[in-house]
């Protein structure tokens, strides 16, 4: 399945930040989502073959990578309070395939002080 | 995508039938209905979907009427590892690279 690290993070105001992501075996696509407290997941970015495909509403702090193995990452810059929540990661298949099922990883909850 | 409609909330009898409306009136023809869920504080975990015929897998069944504006999710026998929020999505499937919207969902209660 997807797995990301770490589970946890605490990180003041002004810090950077690195969360990483491994895809489920034969997924080439990442996307990435924040969940603040008691909303559902907002899309921040989506990677496929290395390339950012499309991106929701987030400021350029936000910024990601995919490596060659299709492993990712997801880097925020210059942290605010705001940036507290649970980020996701989530993997599927490539564009091309029937449908767009996504698999998500357990998450890893940022706390910004 | 297409806006989902959905209960804010729930309630279901342990070992009965949960069934979780969806309204999506606006879907185009070439999205599809998934559902997720997410108990609390984990990642959320894929259930099912449909283009618009009905769907049975071994954890539910999707049920879309003709017309495509709306849906059904049915859990036949709800336990109390059911309760979770459920959330109905319409997504244009695997042309797109599939940008997932999730709105507020329905919160399902299970009770003993």
């Known amino acids: 399945g997807v797995t990301q690290s770490p589970t946890h993070l605490i990180k003041t105001r002004g810090q950077q930040v690195t969360l990483r992501c491994s895809s489920q075996?034969?997924?080439?696509?990442v996307s990435w989502y924040q969940q603040a407290l008691g909303q559902g997941p907002q899309f921040i970015f989506q990677?496929?073959?290395?390339?950012?495909?499309q991106r929701g509403n987030f400021p350029d702090r936000f910024s990601g990578h995919q490596f060659p193995n299709y492993s990712s990452e997801l880097n925020v810059n210059a942290l605010e309070l705001d940036d507290s929540a649970l980020y996701l990661c989530?993997?599927?298949?490539?564009?091309?395939?029937?449908?767009?099922?996504?698999?998500f990883g357990p998450g890893t909850r940022l706390t910004v002080l | 995508d297409a806006k989902t409609t959905q209960p804010p909330s729930m309630d279901c009898a342990e070992g009965r039938a949960a069934n979780l409306p969806c309204n999506h009136s606006?879907?185009?023809?070439?999205?599809?209905v998934y559902w997720y869920r997410q108990i609390h504080s984990q990642g959320p975990q894929y259930i099912i979907h449909?283009?618009?015929n009905n769907e049975t897998n071994e954890m539910a069944s999707l049920i879309i009427t003709e017309d495509r504006k709306s849906s059904t999710l049915i859990l036949p026998h709800a336990t109390l590892r059911d309760t979770a929020v459920y959330y109905c999505?319409?997504?244009?499937?695997?042309?797109?690279?599939?940008?997932?919207?999730f709105g507020q969902g329905t919160i399902l209660t299970v009770h003993p």
């Open positions: 449909g283009l618009k």
């Open positions: 999505i319409v997504n244009a499937g695997g042309t797109s690279y599939g940008k997932l919207t």
């Open positions: 990677y496929y073959e290395e390339e950012e495909r």
């Open positions: 606006t879907i185009s023809g070439n999205e599809y």
């Open positions: 989530a993997s599927r298949e490539g564009p091309g395939t029937s449908t767009d099922t996504q698999y």
């Open positions: 075996s034969g997924h080439n696509t």
